[in-house]
C-alpha cells in the first residue's frame, strides 16, 4: 500500500497555523530565547537538539530568559528560492508531471525597490534562459515572452523589505497577488507542449491585404468580411488551405483568428473563413496563414496556430504553437493540428498545458507548492525596557499557548467578592430582550417576551442577574426549550428574582484567581489576552468588574508583547564579583540553588532554580567556590509564565549571540511540513 501526504495538506496546515493569529479566540505564538550558560562540551561546537522529554518538554522553561509574541506579520509561506541566473535551463509548468515541486520551474528577480516572481510556463523545447524577465504588470492576465523563446508569468511583486525579512539563501516568501489572481482565468490555456515535432509540414504563408483582396468574389467586390485574396505565391490548389488558420498578425483587426472553410486556386486564390472577424481587416491589415489548432476538452473557446519551421536535419516542424485565444474552464482537453498540412505523414504529437485550479496566479503559494513556514522575529534592543540586554543566549524555542503568572487586574465598577480560587473569564456580553423568573430551588430560566430559543444554545455561557440585589452569576445552557421559553443551566446561584435579566455573554479569556483586594484581583493561570476597557466576572461568585489596568508581576502591561522567564530576587548588599552564569545556593547547594544570569541596582536575576530560595536576609544568596553573595530583601517575582503551560513547538541551538543595549537580532527559522 502507498500513500502520499499532498502539498495541499501541507499548505492547508500553514494556513492554519497563519489564520490562527489573526483569529478572535486567536492561538498565541510566542518566540522563546534561552540558554545563557554554555554548553557542557564548550560553545566550539553545537550539540544536536534531541526530541526528550527532558530537552524539548522541560529545559526550555527551566532555562529560558525571555519571549517574545509573534505576530501574523512575522509569518510566511516560503518556497524554496530560485534566482534567476542567465544561461539556466529552467523546468517549465506541466500538470503531468510528478516531481515538479522538487524543479525550478520558477525565478525570482529583483530591483532597487522590490523582487518579483515568474512561473515559467514554456521553456522553449528545454533551452537555456538568457533574458532576464523584466514585465512588471501585475494586472496582465496573459504570459511574458522573452527572445529566448521562454514564457513566464508573473506570479507576485513583494517589497525588498518583506523579502529580506523571511529570506534566506536557501528558501524565499511568496504570496498571492490580488491583482494577479483577479486576472486569473481557470481552466485557460497558454501553452500547448511539442512532444514530438514531426516533420513535412508547409511553410506559413504571410501578406498584406490590399484592398483589392477584400473581395466577396472576383472581380465582383462588395467588402465582406469572410473572403479574402491572398498573395500572388499562395498555392495553387483548390482546398490547400481548408482547415487552415488566418490570423490578423498587425494594422486593423489584428490579433483576430479564423478557421478557413474554403480556398479557390489557380489565379484566383482566395480564401472564404468560417465566420466575419469582429473587427474586418483593411488595407493596413497583415495575415498569417498557418496550420490551425483547435483544443478539445471541457473548456470552451480556446485556439491557436502553429509555427512551422526548418532547420539542418528536419524540414518543416512544428516548432511552437501560438495562443490566440486561451479559452476557459479546461480540466482535460487535446490539441489537434488541421489544415496546410500538405498531406503530412509524420505527424507532431502535441498536448495543451491545463492550469492549476483557478488559473495562473490564482494561489502563489499552491501553485508553487509551499510546504514551508517562515518565522521571522526582530527583537529591537530592550524592547522598550521589557527585554533583557545582558549576557548572550544559545537557544530559541517556539511556545504555543502559555499561561501567565502574577496577573494583576485593576478594576472599577466593581461589585461582590471573588471566590478563592474560581474561574475569571473576561468576556463581552448582550442583554437579551425580556424578563426572567430567576428560582434557585430548580436549574430553569423562565422567560417572559423572550426570544431564547434564537439566541442561545447548548454549551453557551450566560450571564444571569437580579437587577434588584445587584447579584449576578455566570452560568452554562444545558438546554433551549423555545415553547415554553425556557433554558436550563448547569445550575442556579442562591437567589430568586421575578425580574431578572439574562445575558449572552462571549468569553474572551481566562485566569485562576490568585488573591484579591479590590479593586485589585490577582490571577494565576491567565491567558494573554486579556485587554483594558472590558469587563471580567467571576464564574462561581458572580463578581464583576471593568478591566482598568493590567500589571504582570508589578511590570506595567505592554499589551502581552514579551515576557520575562527568570526568577528575580530583591538584593539589600552585594559582596565580591560575580560572573554570569555562575551557579548560586541558599543554605546547601543540593537544597536550593540556580544560574546567575544579570543584575541591577535592585535584584538579580536567575534562571533554572532548584528547590526554594527563600526571601531571608538572613541566608544570603552564595557563589559557589568564592565569598561573593548576595544579601537578599523582601521581595520575590517567579518567570512570568507558568513553568510547562504551552507547547513547545519547535527548538533551535545557536553559537553564543551576546545581546547589548544598542543591538537588534532578526531571528528567522522555516519549519518544513
Known amino acids: 500500500m502507498t500513500n502520499l501526504v499532498t502539498s495541499k495538506f501541507k499548505n492547508h496546515t500553514i494556513s492554519q497555523i497563519t489564520e490562527s493569529l489573526t483569529e478572535p479566540a486567536n492561538t498565541s505564538y510566542y518566540l522563546l530565547v534561552g540558554d545563557h550558560i554554555p554548553y557542557t562540551g564548550g560553545d566550539s561546537e553545537i550539540p544536536n537538539v534531541t526530541e526528550s522529554v527532558e530537552n524539548v518538554f522541560l529545559k526550555p522553561y527551566q532555562t529560558g530568559i525571555f519571549g517574545k509574541r509573534?505576530?501574523?506579520?512575522?509569518?510566511?509561506?516560503?518556497?524554496?528560492?530560485?534566482?534567476w541566473t542567465s544561461n539556466t535551463v529552467y523546468e517549465m509548468y506541466d500538470e503531468q508531471d510528478d516531481e515538479l515541486q522538487d524543479k525550478q520551474f520558477y525565478v525570482v528577480t529583483s530591483d532597487e525597490s522590490n523582487f518579483f516572481v515568474y512561473k515559467v510556463l514554456d521553456n522553449n523545447n528545454g533551452a537555456p534562459s538568457i533574458q532576464k524577465p523584466t514585465d512588471i504588470l501585475e494586472s496582465a492576465c496573459n504570459f511574458i515572452t522573452t527572445s529566448d523563446g521562454y514564457k513566464w508569468k508573473l506570479m507576485c511583486i513583494m517589497s525588498s523589505s518583506f523579502f529580506q525579512k523571511f529570506a534566506t539563501d536557501e528558501f524565499m516568501p511568496i504570496v498571492t497577488s490580488s491583482n494577479v489572481a483577479s486576472n486569473s482565468t481557470p481552466g485557460a490555456i497558454d501553452v500547448v507542449k511539442i512532444t514530438y515535432p514531426g516533420s513535412g509540414y508547409v511553410t506559413s504563408l504571410s501578406g498584406q491585404l490590399n484592398v483589392d483582396d477584400l473581395?466577396?468574389?472576383?472581380?465582383?467586390?462588395?467588402?465582406?468580411?469572410?473572403?479574402?485574396?491572398?498573395?500572388?505565391?499562395?498555392?495553387s490548389n483548390n482546398?490547400?488551405?481548408?482547415?487552415?488558420?488566418m490570423y490578423i498578425s498587425s494594422g486593423t483587426g489584428s490579433g483576430q483568428l479564423k478557421k478557413i472553410t474554403s480556398y479557390i486556386g489557380g489565379s484566383t486564390k482566395v480564401i472564404t473563413v468560417e465566420s466575419d472577424f469582429n473587427i474586418p481587416p483593411d488595407s493596413t491589415s497583415s495575415y498569417l496563414i498557418a496550420p490551425y489548432v483547435e483544443i478539445k476538452g471541457d473548456g470552451i473557446t480556446a485556439e491557436g496556430y502553429a509555427v512551422v519551421s526548418n532547420n539542418a536535419t528536419v524540414n518543416s516542424f512544428i516548432h511552437n504553437v501560438v495562443i490566440t485565444n486561451r479559452g476557459e474552464n479546461y480540466t482535460y482537453g487535446q490539441a489537434?493540428?488541421?489544415g496546410n498540412t500538405g498531406g503530412v505523414s509524420n505527424s507532431a504529437v502535441i498536448r495543451p498545458i491545463i492550469p492549476p485550479?483557478?488559473?495562473?496566479?490564482?494561489?502563489?503559494?499552491?501553485?508553487?507548492?509551499?510546504?514551508y513556514l517562515g518565522f521571522s522575529v526582530n527583537i529591537s534592543n530592550n524592547e522598550n525596557g521589557f527585554v533583557s540586554t545582558e549576557n548572550d543566549y544559545r537557544s530559541v524555542s517556539i511556545l504555543k499557548d502559555p499561561l501567565f503568572n502574577g496577573v494583576t487586574l485593576?478594576?472599577?465598577?466593581?461589585f461582590g467578592n471573588f471566590s478563592e480560587t474560581e474561574t475569571i473569564y473576561q468576556c463581552d456580553v448582550k442583554l437579551l430582550a425580556g424578563n426572567v423568573n430567576i428560582s434557585s430551588t430548580n436549574t430553569q430560566v423562565v422567560g417572559t417576551s423572550t426570544d431564547f430559543y434564537n439566541s442561545l444554545k447548548s454549551n453557551d455561557k450566560v450571564l444571569l442577574a437580579d437587577p434588584v440585589n445587584n447579584l449576578r452569576c455566570l452560568r452554562t445552557v444545558v438546554s433551549v426549550n423555545n415553547t415554553t421559553q425556557t433554558i436550563t443551566v448547569n445550575s442556579l446561584p442562591s437567589f430568586t428574582t421575578s425580574s431578572g435579566r439574562v445575558y449572552f455573554t462571549d468569553l474572551l479569556c481566562s485566569g485562576v484567581r490568585a488573591g484579591n483586594t479590590l479593586p485589585y484581583v490577582e490571577l494565576s493561570n491567565a491567558e494573554p489576552k486579556f485587554v483594558i476597557g472590558k469587563i471580567v466576572i467571576?464564574?462561581?461568585?458572580?463578581?464583576?468588574?471593568n478591566v482598568t489596568a493590567i500589571d504582570v508581576n508589578e511590570k506595567s502591561y505592554n499589551n502581552w508583547l514579551t515576557f520575562d522567564n527568570r526568577s528575580r530576587f530583591q538584593y539589600a548588599s552585594k559582596e565580591g564579583i560575580i560572573d554570569e552564569d555562575t551557579v548560586l545556593y541558599q543554605g546547601a547547594l543540593s537544597l536550593a540553588n540556580c544560574y546567575y544570569h544579570s543584575a541591577n541596582d535592585t535584584y538579580v536575576f536567575v534562571t533554572d532554580t532548584r528547590g526554594v530560595i527563600n526571601m531571608d536576609p538572613i541566608e544570603p544568596l552564595l557563589v559557589v567556590g568564592s565569598n561573593s553573595s548576595f544579601t537578599l530583601g523582601s521581595n520575590k517575582y517567579n518567570s512570568d509564565i507558568q513553568k510547562g503551560s504551552?507547547?513547545?513547538?519547535?527548538?533551535?541551538n545557536y553559537f553564543p549571540v551576546s545581546r547589548s543595549n544598542n543591538q537588534s537580532e532578526t531571528i528567522k527559522i522555516i519549519l518544513s511540513f
Open 70 to 83: 509573534i505576530s501574523s506579520s512575522d509569518l510566511s509561506f516560503m518556497i524554496k528560492r530560485y534566482d
Open 215 to 235: 473581395r466577396s468574389s472576383i472581380p465582383t467586390f462588395s467588402g465582406d468580411s469572410t473572403n479574402y485574396r491572398l498573395i500572388p505565391t499562395a498555392s
Open 239 to 245: 482546398g490547400f488551405y481548408v482547415g487552415s488558420a
Open 336 to 338: 489537434i493540428i488541421s
Open 357 to 371: 485550479k483557478g488559473g495562473h496566479g490564482s494561489n502563489g503559494d499552491q501553485e508553487l507548492f509551499s510546504s
Open 410 to 414: 485593576t478594576l472599577a465598577n466593581t
Open 538 to 545: 467571576g464564574e462561581s461568585s458572580g463578581t464583576f468588574g
Open 646 to 652: 504551552g507547547e513547545i513547538l519547535y527548538r533551535e
